[in-house]
């Protein structure tokens, strides 16, 4: 988790280690429900909630394309995600096996869309931005003497 937990860092997730265990927990068991179909838009929304906050703070203010950092490959994740949530998983998961596809509710689709757009910006609020020192130009004049 050093890498990871050092890169968050840097953009203002602090401590990093945890938000990288928080980040990689929610994009392997996001994945994992939904390759296997399992509970609902459980999985996509764990996994498009990490990619708005990737949006919107590491690939913000970059050209489209992922060649310049750009948001456009976490974009397609966040989309594919929205559309299986919306969609259901289908009949070959672990949901239809189950019978749990008539067993969840469509508002319960609804309620975890809504807590993965409203948790991008209470991440984005825990952020702690480096602080930019302040240039005055009365302090470069006595710094210079």
């Known amino acids: 988790m050093e890498g990871p937990g050092a890169f968050l860092e840097s953009v ?42 990737a949006i919107l703070t590491v690939h913000r203010g970059h050209a489209f394309f992922t060649a310049t950092t750009g948001p456009g490959f976490p974009m397609l994740y966040l989309t594919g995600a929205l559309m299986v949530s919306l ?21 319960f689709t609804w309620i975890v869309i809504a807590f993965s757009v409203l948790d991008a910006p209470g991440n984005l609020a825990m952020r702690h931005m480096p602080q930019v020192p302040v240039r005055s130009p009365e302090r470069d004049s006595i710094a210079a003497r």
Not at 29 to 53: C, D, E, I, Q
């Open 12 to 53: 203002g997730f602090r401590p990093g280690s945890r938000f990288a265990l928080l980040a990689g927990l929610g994009e392997f068991l996001g994945g994992l429900l939904l390759s296997l179909g399992f509970l609902g838009p459980l999985g996509p929304g764990l996994m498009g909630a990490v990619m708005l906050v």
């Open 87 to 107: 969609v259901g998983p289908g009949r070959y998961s672990l949901d239809y096996a189950l019978a749990l596809n008539s067993f969840l509710p469509q508002a």
